[in-house]
């Protein structure tokens, strides 16, 4: 038997022209987004930047954000409680080569922007942890179902970035993540694509609105989502077999004002995240969501950052 952390993962990424942004939060799931301590797979991603158009920075713009968070996230994957969680940042730059949280985990991009580029490509290894049904469960029927173990999942990310569309400095980036879990949890595999665009509305202020989805594997929702006729006795939930398929669709906000009001000096920056994303195929089907929890899954975050 085995149930489910869903990726409502919020990923959010604003590697825009000029402005390096940074996503994270708890996955931090589509939970799409979450170093990030979180209870739900609803990871969340927090940004930040390190601001400017490109003829204003050097050909070293490097950066490194640190900062603390707090997420309102689902028990688990499916889950209608919720838990508050702590969520540290870290995300950055360093020459050439970007790394953007992926709560909780990392991405890399190894292909460098090119300064005044309409298009940029991204390339790099990915790897996160899934921590789904193992602590904080609130919902004593789903916790007699037992813990889960947590996922390592490592692959890559590619995709490619438009810039400048409707303003000097913004971009549409569109990306997938394909991961594969090696710690023998799930065993299976995540297929995360992303759609994002990003704009600065001022010169302390930006925005990045994300749609994002997971495409999991029969593995992966058998472990999370299925229930077994042991895990029925000891549950009272009728025994179900989960296979995989497209497991939600999310869409995420994402707003960062420097405290300063000038994005380029780096600083102190207030991030605001929030997100929904709604559970499909037996991912929804799974008593553990259509009789304990809710589809429909909701994240926030509020968090303070300082970009070097």
């Known amino acids: 038997m085995r149930l ?3 990726n409502l993962g919020t990923r959010i990424r604003s590697k825009s022209a000029g402005i390096l942004p940074a996503v994270m939060i708890a996955s931090c799931t589509i939970a799409a ?3 990030i301590a979180q209870s739900s797979s609803q990871q969340s991603q927090i940004a930040q930047p390190g601001v400017g158009p490109p003829s204003d920075r050097g050909a070293d713009d490097s950066r490194l954000t640190v900062g603390l968070g707090l997420a309102l996230s689902p028990s688990y994957d499916g889950s209608d409680d919720y838990n508050i969680s702590a969520l540290p940042v870290f995300l950055g730059k360093v020459k050439g080569i970007d790394f953007q949280p992926r709560g909780p985990g990392l991405a890399l991009d190894f292909i460098p922007d090119r300064r005044g580029a309409k298009i940029d490509f991204i390339l790099g290894p990915v790897g996160r942890a899934r921590f789904n049904r193992n602590d904080r469960i609130k919902d004593d029927v789903v916790a007699s179902l037992g813990e889960l173990d947590t996922a390592v999942e490592l692959g890559i990310v590619a995709g490619i970035k438009f810039n400048s569309l409707f303003r000097r400095i913004d971009s549409l980036t569109a990306q997938v993540d394909v ?3 090696v710690a023998g949890a799930h065993d299976g595999r995540v ?4 759609l994002t665009y990003f704009t600065p ?3 302390g202020t930006a925005i990045s609105v994300s749609l994002n989805a997971d495409h999991v594997d029969d593995s992966y929702n058998d472990y999370n989502f299925s229930i077994s006729p042991a895990g029925t006795v000891a549950s009272g939930l009728p025994t179900f077999s989960a296979t995989g398929g497209w497991n939600n ?3 995420s906000a994402l707003t960062l004002i420097d405290l300063d009001g000038n994005a380029r000096n780096g600083g102190f920056s207030v991030i ?3 997100s929904y994303s709604r559970l499909l195929g037996d991912a929804k089907r799974s008593p553990v969501t259509s ?3 809710d589809a429909n899954q909701w994240f926030g975050a509020l968090g303070l950052g300082y970009t070097f």
Request: no cysteine; charged share 20%; aromatic share 4%.
């Open 4 to 6: 489910k952390h869903s």
């Open 33 to 35: 987004g979450p170093a």
């Open 179 to 181: 991961r594969w879990d």
């Open 191 to 194: 297929i995360s694509p992303n």
């Open 201 to 203: 509305l001022d010169q």
């Open 249 to 251: 669709v999310g869409i």
């Open 272 to 274: 605001l995240l929030g």
């Open 291 to 293: 009789i304990r929890g």
